[in-house]
């Protein structure tokens, strides 16, 4: 089943590289990141995802959901970028523009890694005819908001 999983990403590298160097572009602060959760739930519904948005009163919070059954699989993903963080590709300190937002945090990757392991597991799951779902996490850089969405909306997902 594994190899199932691997081949899809294998398959899609090159997009999956695209969607995360886009949202490294757009570099948009929590609960601004329009682009890319449009990116990331654009390409969840291209592969079959219901998705529900402005999750928790966030504007960018969104939870892709496909099958049925037990067990339930959550993944959660982040695309927000940080303060002060603009940096162009390279491994030595340039900014893109002084002062703006950047991903020196990696959530680029985060976002678009974890709707890759959702579409995977998707992917599993419907070529093994097998009983499960994929729902996403609620996202939100800041610490208090992520606990309050576990607890009182993401908690109830499973």
């Not at 892709?64 to 162009?88: N, T």
């Not at 945090?105 to 070529?127: F, P, T």
Request: hydrophobic content about 40%; some cysteine; glycine content about 10%.
């Amino acid at each position: 089943m594994k190899e199932t999983a691997f081949s899809w990403i294998d398959k899609n590298k090159d997009s999956l590289v695209e969607i995360s160097d886009k949202i490294w572009e757009f570099a948009e602060l929590g609960l601004k990141e329009l682009k890319s959760s449009k990116l990331l739930f654009e390409e969840l519904e291209k592969n079959g995802f219901f998705v529900k948005r402005g999750i928790a009163g966030l504007p960018t919070a969104f939870i892709a959901s496909w099958g049925q059954g037990k067990p339930v699989v959550g993944i959660m993903g982040e695309y927000d970028a940080l303060p002060g963080l603009s940096q162009k590709k390279v491994s030595w300190k340039e900014p893109l523009i002084e002062g703006a937002p950047g991903h020196g945090c990696g959530h680029n990757i985060h976002g678009a890694s974890g709707m890759a392991a959702a579409i995977a597991v998707k992917e599993v799951l419907a070529q093994y005819n097998l009983s499960g779902a994929y729902k996403s996490r609620c996202k939100n850089p800041l610490y208090y908001r992520k606990r309050w969405c576990a607890t009182k909306y993401c908690s109830r997902l499973c």
